[in-house]
């Protein structure tokens, strides 16, 4: 009887184990793929590569990065959008591709094609200006605009993209006068400032942080809710305006589906990740602040920068997508 019992209760466990989903505590089994859907290269590109690299040390299998440039992110959310939802596909993001674009265009996806998993890291912008202009701080900046009004300019990294968009929220908060002029990226719009071809830029903090040193641009305030450290003297565009605070961010999400367990392990393994010394300063270094939020955290991010960048498209004058 004894016997014939384990037999029953093997077989039955055995039954539920082939008939039950794979858990959590067996993933990853496989290498995993982390789509980015922007150029080798970029910051986003040599973010997820540094993390991707610990990831694959922690878990114990390949995490691989698949650059898929093009339209504005667009095509690697297309393509992570429509994967299997198992755990061996994510998307290494920023806002534009899961929020903007699919208010800006007609996609296949919608930011609830994605289930969140965790925010890597925040990027504040900075507010830079030509050198050859006479204002020296925030203040006097606004001033000197509203003393010259349509003869200061603006670049950005492309119309519709988050530069543009903050911005643009900017010059409608500081009821400024001033004339867009897109680039293509944000090279260019960076290299506009330095030659004095533009009076004023929004930059990703990594890549004018490369510029720190330079007597032909003047920063004057960064983005984000606190000062950065490694520009304590600069103050915030919310210290003259309360409540403005654009940080971009750097995130992982994974396609709808994918198993919630999956999704926390994913989310526990980048935490820890980000929490390694080598890995926390080098991310300083680049300019950008580690993160490391919750899904439920990350969750609560999209839905309120969902709202802030209908806000921020209708402040540039361009129509939403599918009237919303």
Do not use: C
Request: charged content about 15%.
């Amino acid at each position: 009887m004894r016997r014939a019992h384990f037999a029953i209760t093997v077989v039955a466990a055995l039954a539920f184990s082939f008939g039950a989903p794979a858990r959590a505590a067996n993933w990853p089994t496989r290498p995993v793929t982390v789509v980015a859907p922007y150029v080798a290269g970029g910051m986003a590109d040599v973010v997820a590569r540094l993390v991707a690299h610990h990831l694959s040390q922690k878990l114990g299998q390949p995490f691989t990065i698949d650059n898929r440039g093009g339209g504005a992110g667009s095509i690697g959310a297309i393509q992570v959008a429509s994967a299997q939802p198992d755990g061996s596909v994510f998307m290494f993001t920023s806002p534009s591709a899961i929020l903007t674009v699919p208010m800006l265009q007609k996609v296949s996806y919608d930011p609830d094609s994605f289930v969140p998993v965790t925010v890597v890291a925040h990027l504040p912008f900075v507010l830079a200006i030509r050198s050859s202009l006479p204002p020296r701080t925030l203040g006097d900046f606004i001033a000197y605009a509203h003393a010259n009004p349509g003869k200061l300019n603006y670049a950005s990294a492309g119309v519709g993209g988050i530069s543009h968009l903050v911005s643009s929220l900017f010059v409608r908060r500081a009821g400024m006068d001033a004339v867009h002029v897109p680039y293509k990226s944000a090279a260019p719009a960076t290299a506009a400032l330095l030659s004095g071809e533009v009076d004023m830029y929004f930059g990703g903090a990594p890549e004018m942080m490369q510029h720190l040193g330079s007597d032909r641009i003047a920063i004057l305030a960064t983005s984000g809710a606190q000062r950065m450290s490694n520009l304590a003297e600069t103050p915030t565009v919310g210290e003259i305006f309360p409540g403005f605070e654009v940080n971009t961010w750097l995130g992982f999400v994974a396609p709808r589906g994918t198993a919630g367990e999956i999704v926390d392990d994913m989310a526990r393994a980048t935490q820890e990740t980000l929490r390694l010394p080598e890995v926390a300063e080098r991310l300083s270094a680049l300019g950008v602040v580690a993160a490391g939020s919750s899904p439920a955290e990350f969750a609560a991010l999209l839905k309120k920068d969902r709202a802030f960048y209908a806000d921020a498209i209708r402040a540039a004058g361009i129509p939403l997508a599918g009237g919303q």
